[in-house]
């Protein structure tokens, strides 16, 4: 396999994790791309993924992109039913959190990350005050869902680490940079979380300060 991915992405932290956790990391051929560069813009990316993101993974005859299929696709491939089980219930749980994560919860941590976070290294200028606002607002709408979800639990389905963490939880380093304007004190149970989650080896492998110093 040949994953295409890079640095601080959280889309690409939560895939290489998922290798990680299976054992798989070892096996794939991982090219490490600069965006700023533009190193994901050649054809081999392009012709894997027609959108030209990463994370791109190619398994043989299959081009895979969206980071939250990968996932699903590798730990279908290495039979992992205790960290995605199978039964029609816990995959639907999966599946739904992975939706809502995607659409709501890391959508609204993206519009205030980009903007307190990753603009400024794009070159893109300094934060729109008005635009973290927006973002925050969301936030806090569905924050209240997780922190509810993650009462009297440690993980988001329940006692066990599932694939559904890495897909909610995978701004979650990100969301604890100082400066990153996200009010995570006012969820103490989903900073819990998130702080278990990085103590996690195959979750902490891919934090992007750990892959920073990777890199160099
Ligand atoms: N929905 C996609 C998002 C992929 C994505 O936006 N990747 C970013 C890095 S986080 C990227 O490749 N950006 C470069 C570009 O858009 O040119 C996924 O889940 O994988």
Same mark, same amino acid.
């Given at each position: 396999?040949?994953?295409?991915?890079?640095?601080?992405?959280?889309?690409?932290?939560?895939?290489?994790?998922?290798?990680?956790?299976?054992?798989?990391?070892?096996?794939?051929?991982?090219?490490?791309? =600069?965006?700023?560069?533009?190193?994901?813009?050649?054809?081999?990316?392009? *012709?894997?993924?027609?959108? $030209?993101?990463?994370? #791109? /993974?190619?398994?043989?005859?299959?081009?895979?992109?969206?980071?939250?299929?990968?996932?699903?696709?590798?730990?279908?491939?290495?039979?992992?039913?205790?960290?995605?089980?199978?039964?029609?219930?816990?995959?639907?749980?999966?599946?739904?959190?992975?939706?809502?994560?995607?659409?709501?919860?890391?959508?609204?941590?993206?519009?205030?990350?980009?903007?307190?976070?990753?603009?400024?290294?794009?070159?893109?200028?300094?934060?729109?005050?008005?635009?973290?606002?927006?973002?925050?607002? =969301?936030?806090?709408?569905?924050?209240?869902?997780?922190?509810?979800?993650? *009462?009297?639990?440690?993980? $988001?389905?329940?006692? #066990? /680490?599932?694939?559904?963490?890495?897909?909610?939880?995978?701004?979650?380093?990100?969301?604890?940079?100082?400066?990153?304007?996200?009010?995570?004190?006012?969820?103490?149970?989903?900073?819990?979380?998130?702080?278990?989650?990085?103590?996690?080896?195959?979750?902490?492998?891919?934090?992007?300060?750990?892959?920073?110093?990777?890199?160099?």
């Amino acid at each position: 396999m040949k994953l295409y991915t890079t640095n601080f992405s959280p889309n690409c932290r939560r895939v290489e994790a998922v290798l990680h956790h299976l054992g798989l990391y070892e096996e794939v051929d991982v090219q490490r791309l =600069n965006l700023m560069a533009g190193e994901h813009q050649q054809d081999a990316v392009r *012709a894997a993924n027609p959108n $030209v993101k990463v994370p #791109t /993974l190619v398994a043989g005859d299959l081009n895979l992109w969206e980071a939250n299929p990968i996932m699903i696709y590798l730990c279908d491939r290495a039979g992992a039913e205790e960290f995605c089980p199978s039964d029609l219930k816990t995959r639907f749980e999966i599946l739904r959190w992975m939706s809502w994560e995607v659409q709501h919860y890391n959508r609204a941590l993206g519009e205030i990350l980009w903007e307190t976070f990753a603009k400024s290294m794009f070159g893109g200028g300094p934060a729109d005050q008005n635009k973290v606002d927006a973002g925050l607002e =969301n936030f806090h709408r569905f924050a209240a869902v997780l922190e509810g979800q993650l *009462a009297g639990r440690d993980f $988001v389905l329940g006692d #066990t /680490l599932t694939v559904a963490d890495f897909a909610v939880g995978s701004h979650s380093a990100l969301a604890m940079v100082p400066g990153s304007q996200v009010p995570l004190d006012d969820y103490p149970t989903i900073k819990a979380w998130c702080l278990r989650l990085e103590s996690i080896p195959s979750w902490g492998a891919t934090a992007p300060d750990t892959r920073a110093e990777a890199a160099e």
